[in-house]
């Protein structure tokens, strides 16, 4: 039944995606010439289900439109195919509008991309600081550095448990430790603070990083060895992060916490 507002009423739903977000104003109302060239060009053939087939699997597997822009120059031909069409049937006012607005898309779609963009491009012709722009643009940079700075300055360089979701700011050996994402962390063997010490002897962790507090599924366990005295603070920073979507630019305060495994033995 999603499928039914997802063509026919394209953002009706308030943050959903539709048929609009991921073809476009400009296909949507040159669905009809598409059709057309399909049929008379079949040279278009191709392209056109090749970006059709793109847009519905990414539809079904993420839901991202931004995914599309590898396959944006197909959409591209094919308005170029339908008006094509449109100009071998002397249809002059249809030809006309269908260039004006093609050439108006581009023409936004660049301005679009200037202005999301050009923090990234003054970074990548050295106008502006690397770190100045991550630390600007960047989900849990600030943690990361602030993990890199404590857990690096360590005598002991064995593993460091990290519940971050973006990890590739990290530049000290890790494991991730979130029990959603992660392959080894499986709370229902990681129950108690004795199987979390065979554990941490296991993958050779020397830290764990609370930022700002454990998963729900394995905070019981780690906060009572934070308690017992069986993890034992090393380090802490208080950073500054995005909560929510990046794009709407609201940032909160984040406490960092790096505590050390005591007594993990060999």
């Known amino acids: 039944m999603q499928l039914f507002p997802f063509v026919f009423f ?31 060009l079949r040279s278009c053939r191709i392209p056109l289900t090749v970006w059709v087939l793109s847009a519905m699997g990414i539809f079904s597997a993420s839901g991202l439109p931004r995914f599309l822009l590898p396959v944006f120059p197909l959409a591209l ?23 004006s607005l093609t050439v108006l898309l581009c023409a936004v779609g660049a301005a679009g991309l200037g202005v999301y963009g050009w923090r990234a491009v003054a970074v990548a012709v050295g106008a502006v600081p690397r770190t100045q722009y991550l630390e600007a643009r960047r989900p849990e940079y600030q943690e990361g550095q602030a993990i890199n ?44 603070p004795q199987e979390w010490k065979l554990f941490f002897r296991r993958y050779g962790i020397s830290f764990v990083v609370r930022s700002p ?11 009572e060895m934070e308690e017992t005295g069986q993890l034992t603070p090393v380090g802490e920073a208080v950073v500054q992060d995005f ?24």
């Open 10 to 40: 394209s953002g009706i739903v308030p943050g959903a995606v539709g048929f609009w977000d991921f073809f476009g104003p400009l296909i949507l109302a040159l669905t009809p010439l598409l059709v057309l060239a399909s049929r008379s």
């Open 77 to 99: 031909v094919c308005i170029a195919a339908g008006l094509t069409v449109s100009e071998t049937r002397g249809w002059k006012v249809v030809s006309a509008l269908g260039v």
């Open 149 to 192: 700075g404590i857990s690096g300055n360590q005598p002991d360089k064995r593993n460091t448990l990290v519940f971050v979701r973006h990890m590739y700011s990290l530049e000290v050996p890790f494991l991730n430790g979130d029990p959603a994402t992660s392959w080894i962390v499986n709370p229902d063997r990681l129950r108690t």
């Open 213 to 223: 507090e454990y998963p729900e599924a394995v905070a019981k366990s780690l906060s």
């Open 243 to 266: 909560q929510g979507m990046r794009i709407h630019e609201q940032r909160v305060t984040v406490p960092v916490v790096v505590l050390r495994v005591k007594d993990l033995g060999q």
